[in-house]
């Protein structure tokens, strides 16, 4: 009892030195007899209650000396419970001199080997190792790395940096010898908190600096700093710290002794998954590759698996080695043929052209050319057919199906899809509030164009009946996120106060109701006002977001430039028709509508708005847009009349006058993104990226992790868990555009619509909203679009909420209302919904499919050869598919089986040897399409039934497939 007492004084006083003298003269049995009182007083203490200060009811000081007396009286548990203050290390070591407790070191390394690395109590380097040193402590190697990391010298960026970093990394001789090897072994982010900003070394991470440092003074082996470079690139870290390590090798200057000595681990390296590890690694080899002592059999046995990479550079180098390796060896030529023959399976031209030729140095000296090359016989591009050619078998000309002209595409511009444009103030006046309920698409572009027609035409007695609409766009604008809209509709909304203040400086009779209801707003909103207001009254909506986040959306720009347009057509009176306003549902623009807008601006002697003549370009229609050439030549004058007889003639190059290089720039690419005019060569935009205009991005699949809560078997416990996990993955190139003002004074000429058909709005919850008014942009290069948003929305089948899967489903579904001819995103979009998770998604996909291969514009070849990489990487469930054919897609028509069975077999032929879950549903699928449009099995198939006939499960199966060959 009178230790209790006294523990209780202590504790009131809140001494730090009193309470450590106590604990120490009181020995360990005492310490033993306090633990039920000082656990009772920890827990009062530390009592949380908002009536309090500092919403404790003990003192800072006073739970610090709880959190010391709980850590040597009480257990791990009570610690991390009752600690609500963080101990110093002095501290800590004083409480560990009283005790060493036999977990505190657990503790320590457990925050270590969190991912965000976090080291606590404010824990440095030299302490631990001091406290290692007593035996008081067992840190882990990360905890040691993570110190190590984090001991402040290494982060002083002056003049004194390298001599401070070298002193105090070898003031200790385990530091060197044992703790700096750490990083290679253990996950960290040493790699990149510090970036060295000196002369000479911009960008260099500050630890690159610090061993090209040691090595140079002979404090680091050179040869095994590179060898654990190696051997980290295989431990499946991240792609940072796996990169830095290659950065790391290379800058040790690799000999080609060395390329030597380290062989085997750099051969063991090209496994990595990283790209830049064999792409660095192959770079010494093919330097060295010739030299007497090179290991020609070890890399053979890497180079298969080097051919099948997803990077073209890796397969390239693997290639260029091979080569050299037919000049030195006098034997061995059908081990190289059979490995060289792999590449031919790479979808890449040029990757195929190289291994052809390689194949041909190797057919005089070995007779296996025409076997090893025939599995890939079907996949060959031309220019590899032309170079094979002697040693490819002729296979009889196949019975080529003719489409089916009976179900022709049906043209968008008809009678049933017209749109109309309001034709007076009381239709315009309708139409402005069901801009903001965003019930269509075109409705937007419908307003926004009566808006500039009808503004003349408004009266004092007419302006009050925009009240209701006023309101509307007051609450939207102020309170977007409540409302659930898209940007698209905030920026009308923005628009709309600009143009209402312009009606209110108009008529001030008329307008007092409109006047009555900003000011309530004002008053209500008052915190907006500094931050949103211009001198008007209205909210910032010129320069909105232009500098902000959703610049990275460069797509909202042309909404936004497009509404700005409008005002200056208002400010000037002049009151002519949109160009690229939709005439036909949903997007669509008639040609010959085009062209009778451009004769009334040309009558007006006006010169078309920059953005909203681009948009007009990317949305009319082309087909059958020849009939209206006569048209043209005689209503038409000067460079509108050379652009769409360009625009419209499928064979017609690009002549007369070009004042304007963004639109003629738009014209060719609307009407043939991958053809170069010659024209068109001296453009800014022809040194940009062609994937920026076609959307032909390149794809593939990569080995991923999610982050899910679950048990943890070897901890016994529930915690967020890394499962790996494929990913699809799009290569997008660059999109950003300064979009500032003073830029697109000068700039505004050279800037097409194209590279800007771009989406980064990953957190905005109304994205779902603007789709298909994004989509409809430019509805022939809808590829553009559907690739950013299958990079960020369908990188995992699974969507991550609600506002996943509406963007999926519209994006899928916008590819039913639009008849045109499907690209690689597009087939990839189908393909990632009839994998999806929603079952939705699925049916809008296997809707699509059905649709765009009826209409000829669906590959199901290429459908397939995407289904079947998807799941040759278990990128989703194979029983997802198989129910979506049993649901959606088998027995539609002969026809589509006919169709579907060309699917499956590209599918079929892209899964691995190795049986994938569920292969026994789809493969009994298969066969009844087979039995049902009285077809073979084709012999691209032998080798995998081959294969899969080994499987117990699916023998009986396969068998009768293969009886069907």
Known sequence: MELEKELERIVERGKWDGGIKFLTEIGA??????????????????????NLYDGYKGSVYQRRLLSGIVFTCLTERDFSKFSTVFLKQEEIGELLAITPTNWFSDYLNRFAEREEGYVPLGIKYDWLLEMSRKGWLSPSKMLWARCLDRWSPIYRDNEFFMRQSVEMLTKYDETLAEHIWYFFDTPSEFYYAVVDWTPGKANESVWLTVFKELVNLGLVDRVRLMRECLKGTIQGFNKPQTGWYMHCFEAMNPTEKDVLELSGEMMSALSSPQSKVP??????????CSVSGFDHEAFLDYASMLLNHETKSVVNSALMILDKQLKLHVDGFDRIALTVAEALSHTDASVQVRASKILKK??????????????????????????????????????????DETEPVESPIRKESILESPKDIEALTFLLTQVFEHNDDSHFDLALDGVVRLDQDWADSDVSVLGPVLQKAYKVASTPWEQKIGHTNYLFALFFLEYSDRLIDRFPEGAKGLLKIRDKFYKEKQRWKSEKTLESGAYRFRTWQTDGKLSYSSVYFLFKQRLVEALELIDVKLNLPLLSTPTNDPHWVDPRALAGKLKLWQIAEAKPKHWDAQLAMSRVVLEGAESILPYIEEGLTGEWRDLLLFLFDKEALPKGEINNEAHWWTAGVTKAPETEFKAFENFKMANSDRKLYSGDYDWRMKDDFVKEWGWDAKLKKYRELEIPKTSLEIDIPEHRVRLDQSLLAKKMPEISVYPLLYVNNRWHNGLPKDISRILGLAPYRSELVAGTLLAQYSRFPEPEGEDDKRIMQRLVDFYNDHPCEMGEMGHLCVAAGLVNSDKTTRALASEVWIRQTQRGLCDSESLGKMLGTMYSRNF?????????????????????????????ENALAKLPNDPVRGLKKLLEQYQELLRKNKSSVPETLNGKLDAWAETKSLAKTVKSLMAMA
Request: glycine share 2%; with cysteine; proline share 5%.
């Open 29 to 50: 049995e005492g310490r033993k007899a306090i633990a039920k009182k000082a656990k009772a007083l920890a827990k009062d203490y530390n009592r949380y209650d908002n």
């Open 279 to 288: 792409n660095t690694i192959l770079k010494f080899f093919k330097k060295h």
């Open 362 to 403: 190797c057919a005089g000296k070995t007779d296996d050319i025409p076997s090893v090359i025939a599995p890939y016989s079907e996949s060959l591009v031309y220019e590899a057919k032309e170079l094979l050619s002697d040693y490819l078998e002729e296979n009889e000309p196949e019975n080529v199906e003719v489409w």
């Open 876 to 904: 989703a469930p194979m029983k997802r598919l198989t129910d979506t054919l049993t649901q959606q897609l088998l027995h539609m028509s002969p026809w589509l089986d006919l169709r579907l069975q060309t699917v499956l």
